[in-house]
């Protein structure tokens, strides 16, 4: 039988989008953001409210389409091959034998976060949740969107006290650039972190610009934005 799993979830709760945020969803009458939103806020937080808050639409980068295109052929090659199965019984059936499964959805009503992780490998020691990026450098947005993943997916494996590490890997190669366990310290941090953008969108807390102007000079939005460089 393959290691490759398509994993099927029966979610309980109920999902409503936000009558003013664009994207955020209020799952089990809490506010629930995207974790990709995490990276974007890491590049430049003032981004999320001109795209969420004032709705200004872009077209898509064209970075963001090859993105796409590399994600959609990854996920059809890892189909070919791949058996369905509950997400009880992988992680039972992981606990005897490795599985891989790849966009996977993930969903925590208690921290407010949801996402498709690009891959996970499930072993009888051991988690990885792994993050697909171009390029090889570790940026502090993609290691708090890949922590993020571990916390959300944490909660969803109840009792289960298997080690959990975040990964970054090169999109479309085997090239790991970045591991790191999932202890108590990275998710004591991922969670305030959380929690800053959950202020932000209860308008608790003020968007900050990046005060870079290299980002600015790249964004999408900088058309729009009264605090472009």
């Not at 029966?10 to 209020?26: A, C, M, R, S, W």
């Not at 872009?58 to 052929?73: A, F, L, Q």
């Not at 009503?109 to 499930?122: H, L, N, S, V, Y």
């Not at 310290?185 to 610009?209: A, D, T």
């Amino acid at each position: 039988m393959s290691e490759n799993k398509i994993i099927k979830f029966n979610f309980d709760y109920t999902v409503e989008d936000h009558p003013n945020i664009k994207g955020l969803q209020i799952i089990g009458g809490k506010n629930n953001f995207p974790i990709s939103w995490l990276n974007q806020q890491g590049y430049c937080e003032y981004s999320l409210y001109l795209e969420h808050f004032e709705g200004i639409t872009t077209p898509p980068t064209d970075h963001m389409v090859k993105g796409d295109i590399e994600h959609k052929k990854l996920e059809d090659k890892f189909k070919e091959d791949a058996t369905k199965i509950t997400f009880e019984e992988v992680l039972d059936s992981s606990k005897e034998e490795k599985a891989v499964s790849r966009e996977v959805f993930v969903s925590s009503p208690k921290f407010g976060i949801r996402g498709f992780i690009d891959e996970i490998w499930m072993t009888p020691e051991e988690f990885l949740i792994i993050d697909d990026k171009p390029g090889t450098v570790a940026y502090s947005s993609t290691i708090h969107q890949v922590q993020a993943y571990c916390l959300a997916f944490k909660s969803m494996i109840g009792k289960d006290k298997r080690k959990i590490k975040g990964v970054l890997r090169e999109r479309g190669t085997s090239n790991v650039f970045w591991m790191e366990d999932f202890d108590e310290n990275n998710e004591k941090n991922i969670k305030f972190l959380v929690n800053r953008m959950h202020g932000l969108f209860n308008e608790i807390k003020p968007f900050l610009p990046t005060k870079n102007p290299n980002k600015c000079r790249s964004c999408r939005f900088s058309k729009k934005c009264q605090h472009a460089l």
